[in-house]
């Protein structure tokens, strides 16, 4: 048996410290969650309340900015160090050592401060809300008030990953063809404007007439190197206007609406909108939050305008005491078997169930429409650089074979 100095806080908020003798850490971290405190800091007696060392890691680019990634990776290994018998200092104390990124090293050590002082793990993470979004910290709230953070951690890193991976999805759906055709404007761009030049200073100095098709290239050539100049900036403001309206709320709430109608876009919006709003909603049922108050997390989660407002309307529906599937009677702009299945998951009492089936069924919906446009798109694209290459050639031909 050994010693060992220990802080915990009860479910009053009531912080304790004073030392207990125990065979090993986990042992004693075991008796006082059996008390029902949560466990803020244990170690052995001689060595009591000792910080970790200073990092002593090779020297990382301070310059890159924190992603979702390292709260995610740091909430696993809380959840790990808590299952092993670790306090919740020295978890965090251990986390911000091999931090991937010092931005979180400098956050997870700001938390630990904060617990340190008194308050609650939530209250400190509520200082970071960049860092950690209001679903994280509810789960970590649940998670205190019933004792098990260790599940409360795992979940919330379960709900950041689940999110990354389907904003990377259909950012891959939106930016995959906008990029393959900006190649391909490019490609035309180099071909009209320095390959066509070439071939007309060496076919003028033939002093022979050129076919039409030649003509209307050496045409299209000189007037965008005329205007050129004049085309990126008016295209520049136009994006730069576009930008600046979609963050003004009135026109926002028309641009989003107009995506929503745009073939291919649209559907992939609505898969993503339901997945998201049924994951989010999931999750926070399944750690006993009550449906009024994750509906209200749901729609501060909810990024767009019009999913957002049809959340709002959905709680304001559910406070008037009808069901939530209900509620969702205008679905707009979720898929209406969302509110199916809500209906179904409502009559069995497995709501929580039904929407993770919802959010999984909608997430493989979109990863297969991605598929199916990438079938399309490729082939499309290749035609199109294939065509304007082979224009230029043939209208190259062309005025050789005139001038022989």
Do not use: K
Not at 105 to 125: C, F, K, M, N, Y
Request: some cysteine; charged content about 20%.
């Amino acid at each position: 048996m050994a010693p060992f100095r220990y802080a915990a806080r009860d479910h009053s908020g009531r912080t304790h410290s004073g030392e207990l003798e125990a065979a090993t850490a986990t042992v004693a971290a075991g008796e006082l969650r059996d008390r029902g405190w949560l466990v803020l800091d244990l170690a052995p007696a001689v060595a009591a309340r000792r910080r970790a060392p200073r990092s002593t890691r090779t020297f990382r680019l301070a310059l890159l900015p924190a992603t979702s990634f390292d709260v995610e990776s740091g909430l696993r290994q809380l959840a790990m160090t808590t299952r092993s018998g670790l306090s919740l200092l020295q978890g965090l104390a251990a986390i911000a050592e091999h931090a991937r990124r010092p931005q979180m090293t400098r956050v997870w050590r700001a938390v630990g401060d904060h617990v340190e002082a008194g308050h609650s793990l939530v209250q400190a993470l509520e200082r970071h809300p960049r860092r950690f979004p209001p679903v994280v910290r509810e789960l970590v709230r649940a998670g205190e008030q019933s004792g098990s953070l260790d599940l409360a951690f795992e979940r919330a890193a379960d709900h950041l990953e689940r999110r990354r991976e389907l904003r990377a999805t259909v950012l891959q759906a939106m930016f995959y063809p906008a990029i393959v055709l900006l190649l391909a404007g490019a490609v035309a761009s180099y071909m009209v404007l320095a390959v066509i030049p070439v071939l007309e200073d060496f076919l003028t100095g033939m002093h022979r007439a050129l076919p039409p098709l030649t003509r209307s290239l050496i045409g299209v050539s000189h007037w965008l190197q005329l205007h050129l100049p004049s085309l990126m900036v008016a295209s520049g403001t136009a994006v730069l206007a576009l930008l600046a309206l979609d963050r003004w709320r009135p026109t926002r709430f028309v641009f989003d609406a107009a995506l929503y109608r745009v073939p291919f876009v649209g559907r992939v919006r609505r898969l993503a909108a339901t997945a998201t709003f049924a994951r989010t909603l999931a999750t926070l049922l399944g750690n006993g939050i009550h449906i009024v108050q994750a509906l209200d997390l749901c729609a501060g989660v909810a990024r767009r305008p019009l999913a957002r407002a049809r959340i709002v309307a959905t709680r304001t529906a559910v406070l008037d005491g009808r069901s939530l599937a209900d509620g969702l009677d205008e679905v707009y702009p979720f898929l209406p078997l969302l509110r199916n299945l809500v209906a179904l998951g409502e009559q069995s009492g497995e709501l929580d169930t039904m929407l993770d089936n919802v959010a999984a069924l909608h997430e493989a919906e979109v990863r297969t429409w991605i598929r199916r446009a990438s079938v399309f798109i490729e082939p499309a694209i290749t035609i199109l650089v294939g065509a304007i290459v082979g224009v230029v050639y043939i209208a190259f031909f062309l005025a050789m074979f005139a001038i022989m």
